[in-house]
């Protein structure tokens, strides 16, 4: 096997940011690659090398072969890091490695091509005894013959991208006649996000845990594993919650399920760091789903409870070098709990966001890990995954991981948009999870429409920020009158300054006035309720308060003129002064008129102008961060502007329709 000494990291964000530093570690030079919506990205600056590859778009990036083995060249990189995502489980983007003698930090190119489609992989592993959940896996992809097959699989079955993962593609059909429609949609996902309309059916399994085995291999037959991941907190088959071990492993139940995943990797000539996953019923049955021939976003639980470093691993084993592990050598210690802190909106369907990062805070609690790839006023960009970092907590047991990982996201702030914070933290605090009785069923049984709704900030939360809100524009209006006193700050000639404010917060709006007694001390009226608040301490963006009684921990940053963003123990909050906003002229967008909620793709465009519609009819379908959104009509009407077109790029809140509402 070749040497290297210089890796180019084709890849982006907390995961460029993590193979960087273990390489510079090791002596490596470092080469990163960026798009232009990534020029302040932090992966950039840490590499000792950066090259410009494209435009943001991930077709004209990231995503192009050419460019990436073009910027190694000029780079002088004799070895390439994937990370995961982008070109990590292409095959010919690793042929094209080899052809131009770069070494590909991964597997080789037939084994990522065989594991990288569904169906010949199940029946490489049935032929390998690796067991399987029953269903349909063949070349035949008519209608005729896949609806057959679902007839003899039984419903529940699941329809899956042969081609892909993380959710596309996948459909739960519960009966044989939503079967045809779910056919239809999968292709046509799969098309779009994989270049493949292929597809599987399997039996469903209900409520099964979803544990994955961490396996590596070297290139002097050496095959082990490294424990196992329960990855069962998923959202749209997306994994958001990962531990490791898994809380209903026995010693007996992981030594089959392991030796199941090395004799799946051992099958393919497998080499380097792969994820066996697998599908476990409550009666200790497991059955194999898919094998990822790279390293996983979730691998940093492993890691904690192996003490191992899994990208030096990889980097050693693709340098030729023996693992230098056996089976024997593994022991788990501990337990790790990582979340994905995502930019999405979970109050509106876990819509994905972007926007300028206000504020990056990560916590610094003991026992924490934060992998990140984001710096305070970064750019967010709608072209890329919405997952920014990820937290991860150790502790000597399961209940003290969780512990520490609800404080680190309490502690966590990050303001400009939208984030999934509360939602990580209300999945961490259910009984159900915190027994570890989790699974894939978790979210859609333990969650509500009302509990995903924006948190509503308490009275002593609201008293708390209103005194924010007012001693940051205090501070500012003495910035602009240099000549005024400091003892005079909260005066005017009738005594005291009194300040008024209207914030509202699930669809009530709440009248606050704020009256200082001196520096620290005020008086908070929230509707006629008196709050008294003491200021403790006071920072650039952090302050300590005592709202009646009670010790708060706040974070703050300015939003713009009258806005305020506010995080208290993990809940964040845009405080909007609506009367600043009256007082502006500022009104609200009729709901006959249909914006793009975030910039994309229009995949589809169903109406067209003169058509009559519904409330809840959907309109066109917008591709954008990797998912499909459905563009819905909010009021009955008639299309009197369509601007929307198939295949037409759309940028946040440009105009798509307008409903002419029915009087």
């Given at each position: 096997m070749k040497k290297f000494s210089n890796i180019l990291i084709a890849n982006r964000g907390e995961i460029a940011v993590r193979v960087i530093k273990t390489a510079k570690a090791l002596g490596y030079k470092t080469t990163a690659i960026y798009s232009e919506a990534d020029t302040a990205a932090p992966h950039v600056g840490l590499a000792d090398n950066a090259v410009l590859i494209g435009p943001a778009p991930v077709q004209q990036s990231y995503l192009d072969m050419d460019k990436v083995l073009a910027?190694?060249?000029?780079?002088?990189?004799?070895?390439i890091h994937p990370g995961y995502g982008?070109?990590?489980?292409?095959?010919?983007?690793?042929?094209a490695c080899a052809a131009a003698g770069i070494v590909f930090i991964g597997p080789s190119a037939d084994a990522i091509d065989l594991m990288g489609n569904k169906a010949a992989a199940k029946r490489r592993m049935i032929d390998a005894g690796v067991p399987c959940v029953p269903g349909y896996e063949g070349r035949d992809q008519s209608d005729e013959v896949l609806l057959n097959e679902g007839e003899l699989i039984g419903f529940p079955l699941m329809v899956k991208a042969a081609a892909g993962g993380g959710g596309r593609g996948m459909r739960l059909v519960h009966a044989r006649k939503d079967l045809g429609a779910a056919l239809k949609s999968a292709r046509s996902e799969a098309l779009n996000a994989f270049g493949s309309e292929e597809l599987i059916l399997e039996k469903a399994i209900l409520q099964p845990r979803h544990v994955e085995i961490q396996v590596f291999a070297d290139a002097h037959g050496n095959v082990i594993h490294l424990g196992e991941r329960d990855c069962s907190v998923q959202r749209r088959h997306q994994k958001v919650v990962e531990e490791a071990p898994c809380p209903v492993m026995t010693e007996e139940l992981r030594d089959r399920m392991g030796s199941a995943a090395v004799e799946a990797a051992r099958s393919i000539n497998y080499l380097g760091a792969g994820t066996v996953e697998f599908l476990l019923d409550a009666a200790g049955n497991f059955y194999f789903l898919e094998m990822n021939t790279r390293l996983q976003v979730e691998h940093p639980v492993t890691e904690l409870v192996t003490g191992l470093?899994?990208?030096?691993?990889?980097?050693?084993?693709?340098?030729?070098?023996?693992?230098g592990l056996d089976q024997s050598d593994i022991n788990l210690t501990g337990h790790a709990i990582e979340v994905r802190l995502y930019a999405e909106d979970p109050s509106e369907d876990f819509l994905p966001c972007a926007g300028d990062i206000a504020l990056w805070q990560p916590a610094t609690s003991p026992g924490l890990r934060i992998d990140s790839g984001i710096t305070n006023g970064q750019a967010i960009s709608p072209f890329y995954d919405p997952m920014l970092a990820k937290v991860i907590a150790y502790g000597s047991n399961r209940e003290e991981a969780i512990a520490k990982l609800i404080q680190g996201l309490e502690e966590t702030v990050l303001f400009g948009f939208a984030t999934n914070t509360s939602f990580l933290l209300d999945i961490l605090r259910r009984d159900k999870f915190r027994q570890g009785e989790a699974t894939t069923a978790f979210i859609a049984e333990e969650f509500t429409e009302d509990d995903l709704k924006a948190p509503v900030p308490s009275i002593s939360e609201l008293a708390a920020s209103a005194v924010l809100t007012y001693e940051q524009e205090r501070n500012m209006a003495k910035a602009m009158s240099l000549d005024v006193p400091e003892g005079l700050l909260n005066?005017?000639?009738?005594?005291?300054?009194?300040?008024?404010?209207?914030?509202?917060?699930?669809?009530?709006?709440?009248?606050?006035?704020?009256?200082?007694?001196?520096a620290d001390h005020y008086s908070v009226f929230v509707d006629q309720e008196k709050i008294p608040v003491k200021v403790l301490s006071r920072g650039e963006h952090n302050y300590r308060v005592e709202a009646d009684g009670t010790r708060l921990d706040v974070a703050f940053a300015a939003a713009g003129p009258g806005q305020m963003h506010v995080a208290i123990?993990?809940?964040?909050?845009?405080?909007?002064d609506d009367l600043k906003?009256?007082?502006?002229?500022?009104a609200a967008k009729s709901s006959g008129t249909v914006l793009a909620p975030m910039h994309g793709t229009l995949l589809e465009v169903f109406v067209a102008e003169g058509d009559t519609v519904q409330v809840g009819d959907r309109l066109a379908v917008l591709e954008a961060m990797k998912m499909q959104h459905d563009i819905l009509a909010e009021v009955e009407g008639t299309l009197q502007t369509v601007l929307a077109t198939k295949g037409a790029q759309a940028a946040a809140d440009d105009l798509l329709f307008e409903i002419a509402e029915q009087a």
């Open positions: 910027a190694a060249k000029r780079a002088g990189a004799d070895a982008f070109l990590s489980e292409n095959a010919e983007f690793a042929k470093d899994l990208v030096e691993l990889q980097l050693r084993v693709a340098n030729g070098d023996p693992l005066w005017s000639s009738g005594g005291l300054l009194q300040s008024n404010y209207a914030f509202s917060f699930g669809g009530i709006r709440t009248a606050v006035t704020v009256a200082p007694a001196n123990s993990g809940k964040t909050y845009l405080f909007s906003a009256q007082a502006s002229g500022e």
